[in-house]
Structure formats: structure tokens, C-alpha cells
């Protein structure tokens, strides 16, 4: 079992970047794939991007492709959204979740743990 705590979300102007991070507990932290998505108000939770177990591999919505970059440090248990270009649109509350299959997607029901939500504001 692992518990996952975001922190970073905070207001931020059009264009402008910022860096989520979750933290892990537990000791297994490198076997579980992990995903971000996020959830606007009024709009049910998307996915934002994945990565595998090792950080070797990741891929994105559409939507953040280009802009958003994942990141994992193993020996830290903390997975990072790096998030650039940001757009009104992106607005949303950001969750990181852990798939303990080790297999990472894009489907919410793979993920069997999910932390508490961190609020990202961008401003036009």
C-alpha cells in the first residue's frame, strides 16, 4: 500500500510555469507506475500524463503534450509534473495516483491509490 501527498499547486499567471511534486510512503515506491490527472470545476477528472516504474518512459494528453514533463526520483519516493506554458485552461485540481500493476495509463480505474488534490490556478 502506498500514500500519496501533492504539494506545490498554487496561483499563477498565463505563460508562466510551475512544479508539482507527490510524495510516497513505503518502501515500493519504484514498483508502482504513476499518473497525474487533474479535474476542472463542473468537469469530471482527465488525464494529464504517466510515467513508469523506472521514469524511462511517460507519455501525455494531447492537451500538455510539449508543455507538462513527469519526472520520478526513486531514492526520494516523488514523482514531479513539471508544468510550462501554462494556460487558463489548465486550471484544475492536480492528482498524482500510483498503479500497482507497474503498468501506466491513461484509464483512472488502473490506478488503485490517489492522493488528496493540489490546486492549480492560471490566470489570463
Known amino acids: 500500500q502506498v500514500q500519496l501527498v501533492e504539494s506545490g499547486g498554487r496561483w499563477v499567471q498565463a505563460g508562466g510555469s510551475l512544479r508539482l511534486s507527490c510524495t510516497a510512503s513505503?518502501?515500493?515506491?519504484?514498483?508502482?507506475?504513476m499518473g497525474w490527472f487533474r479535474q476542472a470545476p463542473g468537469k469530471e477528472r482527465e488525464f494529464v500524463g504517466a510515467?513508469?516504474?523506472?521514469?524511462?518512459?511517460?507519455y501525455y494528453a494531447d492537451s500538455v503534450e510539449g508543455r507538462f514533463t513527469i519526472s520520478r526520483d526513486n531514492a526520494k519516493n516523488v514523482v514531479y509534473l513539471q508544468m510550462n506554458s501554462l494556460k487558463p485552461e489548465d486550471t484544475a485540481v492536480y492528482y498524482c495516483?500510483?498503479?500497482?500493476?507497474?503498468?501506466?495509463?491513461?484509464?483512472?480505474?488502473?490506478?488503485?491509490?490517489w492522493g488528496q488534490g493540489t490546486q492549480v490556478t492560471v490566470s489570463s
Open positions: 495516483a500510483a498503479a500497482a500493476s507497474g503498468y501506466y495509463s491513461d484509464y483512472m480505474k488502473r490506478y488503485e491509490y
Open positions: 513505503g518502501r515500493t515506491f519504484s514498483t508502482y507506475a
Open positions: 510515467c513508469s516504474r523506472s521514469g524511462g518512459s511517460a
